[in-house]
C-alpha cells in the first residue's frame, strides 16, 4: 500500500502543531517562486537566498496567524517580499537585472540565425533598459506580473497593497514603457 | 495581450535569474536550533502576557542584557525594560527606515485604523511610513522641529519593547487624564510584527519619547521636544 501524500491544507496543519518535516515539504514546494521573487525585487543572488529563507523561518513562526483554508502562496509571497524589499531598502540599492548570456539557449529553443537573434538580444536590452528606468513600484509590478507571471492576488500579496493598486500601477508602468520604447514597437 | 505584455513576458524567460539553492535544510535547522513552534497569536486571551513573555525573553536572549532586568513598564502595546546594558543596536537607517511611503488613505486601509493626527491645515499629511503591517508613522513639525508620531493597534497582535538603561529617564506622566511614559535618553526598540512576528532587529533610538493609548491605539511621539511641549502636542492629537 502506497501512501498518499499529504495535501497543502495537511501540510499547514501538521507544521502547525510543530511539525518540521512537514514545513521542510513546503519549503521545497514553495522556495523556487521565493527565491525568484525575492530575486527580482533585489538584483541579488545572496539577498534573495537569504530573504527567501529569512521568509520561511519568520512564516514557520507566524503560522498560527496564518487563516485556515486561505491560498498558502500569496501569504509566503507577502513574507518573502517584505525580507526582499528590507535588504534592498538596507542596501540603499538594487542590483540591475541581466539577460542570460546569449548562447544559453534553453533545451528544445529552435535555433534562430544569428540576425535574429541579435535583433532579439538588442529588442530585449532595450526594454529591460526601459524597465530598469521606472520607478520601484512600478518596475516591481511589472517584474512581479510579467517575468514571475505572479496573479493579480498573489502581485497584490507580494507588494503588499491593494488589488485595485496592482491594476493601476501595471497600466501606468506599461504607459510609460509605450512612450519610451515609442517608434520601436 | 498586448505586444508589449508579449515582449515583457519573451523577456521573462530571457532573464538570468540564477538557480536556487534547496533552501529547506537551512530553514528546518535554524527552527530545530530555536525549538520554536509556531507562535499562537489567535489565543487572544494570553495575547497581552504573550508579548511581555516574550519581551522579556528577548531582553534575557541578548547576552548583554542578561545581567539584570530593573524595573518593568508596560502602556498599551508598548512593554519597557530597564537593563543594565543596552543590546547591540543599530540605527535606524539601517534597520529600513520607518517603512514604505503610502498615501494615508492606502495607509490606513493596509494598518486597518484611521490615524489620529494633530489639527492640520489642508488635506494633512500626504505621506505616512508603513513598518510590516502593524506601525504608521508621519513627520510632523512641532517648535520649527521634526517630530515622529507612530500609532499601531494596542490590541494584542502587535507590541513594542523598549530597553533602557540607568542613565535614561523613564517616568510616569499624564496626558488628558490618561497614564503616559515619558522616556529621555538614549534607548533601544524592537517591534513584534502582525504579520511577520517577532522582528529580531534592534534599533537605537536617541530623542525624547512619549507613549500613550488614545482608544486602541498605542502613539508615541519622538523627537527632541521636551516633555511639556510633547504632552502638549499629544493633547492635540485626535
Known amino acids: ?185 | 495581450m498586448t505586444s508589449l505584455e508579449l515582449r515583457l513576458r519573451a523577456l521573462g524567460h530571457e532573464l538570468d535569474i540564477p538557480p536556487e539553492r534547496d533552501l529547506a535544510p537551512a530553514v528546518i535547522e535554524r527552527l530545530s536550533l530555536s525549538r520554536t513552534r509556531p507562535f499562537p497569536w489567535r489565543r487572544a486571551g494570553v495575547l497581552a502576557l504573550a508579548l511581555v513573555a516574550i519581551a522579556v525573553g528577548a531582553a534575557f536572549a541578548v547576552p548583554q542584557a542578561r545581567t539584570a532586568i530593573l524595573r518593568f513598564f508596560h502602556i498599551g502595546g508598548e512593554t519597557i525594560i530597564r537593563v543594565e546594558t543596552l543590546p547591540p543596536a543599530v540605527e535606524r537607517a539601517q534597520a529600513g527606515g520607518f517603512g514604505m511611503p503610502v498615501s494615508r488613505p492606502e495607509a490606513e486601509h493596509t494598518l486597518g485604523f484611521r490615524l489620529m493626527l494633530p489639527p492640520f491645515h489642508g488635506s494633512g499629511p500626504d505621506r505616512v511610513y508603513v513598518l510590516g503591517d502593524s506601525v504608521g508613522t508621519v513627520i510632523l513639525r512641532s517648535h520649527g522641529r521634526p517630530v515622529l508620531l507612530s500609532e499601531f493597534s494596542s490590541a494584542g497582535e502587535m507590541g513594542l519593547k523598549k530597553l533602557t538603561v540607568n542613565q535614561t529617564s523613564v517616568q510616569w506622566v499624564r496626558v488628558d487624564g490618561r497614564d503616559a511614559i515619558w522616556i529621555r535618553g538614549t534607548h533601544t526598540l524592537t517591534y513584534f510584527d502582525r504579520q511577520l512576528g517577532f522582528r529580531e532587529q534592534t534599533i537605537r533610538i536617541r530623542g525624547n519619547v512619549l507613549v500613550w493609548t488614545g482608544g486602541r491605539l498605542t502613539l508615541r511621539l519622538e523627537g527632541s521636544l521636551t516633555r511639556a511641549q510633547a504632552i502638549a502636542l499629544a493633547r492635540t492629537i485626535d
Request: net charge positive.
Open chain 1, 1 to 185: 500500500m502506497v501512501d498518499r501524500p499529504l495535501d497543502e491544507t495537511e501540510l499547514v496543519e501538521r507544521a502547525r502543531r510543530g511539525d518540521l518535516r512537514a514545513w521542510e515539504t513546503i519549503v521545497r514546494t514553495h522556495q523556487g517562486i521565493a527565491f525568484r521573487t525575492a530575486y527580482v525585487l533585489t538584483g541579488s543572488a545572496a539577498d534573495a537566498e537569504e530573504a527567501a529563507q529569512d521568509g520561511f523561518v519568520k512564516a514557520y513562526r507566524a503560522l498560527g496567524r496564518f487563516r485556515r483554508g486561505a491560498p498558502l502562496r500569496p501569504w509566503l509571497l507577502r513574507i518573502v517580499a517584505n525580507e526582499a524589499r528590507n535588504r534592498r531598502r538596507s542596501a540603499a540599492r538594487r542590483e540591475r537585472l541581466s539577460l542570460r548570456a546569449a548562447a544559453e539557449a534553453r533545451p528544445g529553443d529552435a535555433v534562430p540565425s544569428p540576425e535574429a537573434a541579435l535583433l532579439s538580444r538588442e529588442s530585449h536590452e532595450q526594454l529591460l533598459a526601459a524597465i530598469e528606468r521606472l520607478s520601484d513600484e512600478h518596475r516591481d509590478a511589472i517584474a512581479c506580473r510579467y517575468f514571475l507571471d505572479l496573479s493579480e492576488d498573489e502581485t497584490a500579496a507580494a507588494l503588499h497593497v491593494r488589488r485595485g493598486t496592482v491594476k493601476s500601477r501595471v497600466s501606468r508602468a506599461l504607459e510609460r514603457l509605450r512612450e519610451e520604447l515609442e517608434g520601436e514597437l
